[in-house]
Nanobody, 126 residues
Framework: QVQLVESGGGLVQAGGSLRLSCAAS????????MGWFRQAPGKEREFVGG??????????RYADSVKGRFTISRDNAKNTVYLQMNSLKPEDTAVYYC?????????????????WGQGTQVTVSS
């Protein structure tokens, strides 16, 4: 059974930083792309970024809204993916979810991801 467990969310002031972690179990972690999504109140869940599996050279891809501020990395030995968030803005406030894809390629569509974590709240105050 695949499990994804996020941690690291919290309250931070605008301009601050947070690092989210997502620990995976139940499948060969390194093969699959990992994605980060977020959902703000009253809005649809949106793609934040992702990191590819080994066959995709662990390449990263980001939404334009976070490019240059957020960085995704993975430690395959620890079965963990990270989302480093810098220069946070109030509009980054959302529940953040990690997800495990069906292939090594990072895709932006939710339907491309098979498994999801429970989410972690990130709140950025102005």
């Amino acid at each position: 059974q695949v499990q994804l467990v996020e941690s690291g969310g919290g309250l931070v002031q605008a301009g601050g930083s947070l690092r989210l972690s997502c620990a995976a179990s139940g499948r060969t972690f390194s093969i699959y792309a990992m994605g980060w999504f977020r959902q703000a109140p009253g809005k649809e869940r949106e793609f934040v970024g992702g990191i590819g599996g080994i066959a995709w050279s662990s390449s990263t891809r980001y939404a334009d809204s976070v490019k240059g501020r957020f960085t995704i990395s993975r430690d395959n030995a620890k079965n963990t993916v990270y989302l480093q968030m810098n220069s946070l803005k109030p509009e980054d406030t959302a529940v953040y979810y990690c997800s495990s894809g069906g292939s090594a390629v990072v895709r932006t569509a939710e339907g491309s991801y098979d498994y999801w974590g429970q989410g972690t709240q990130v709140t950025v105050s102005s």
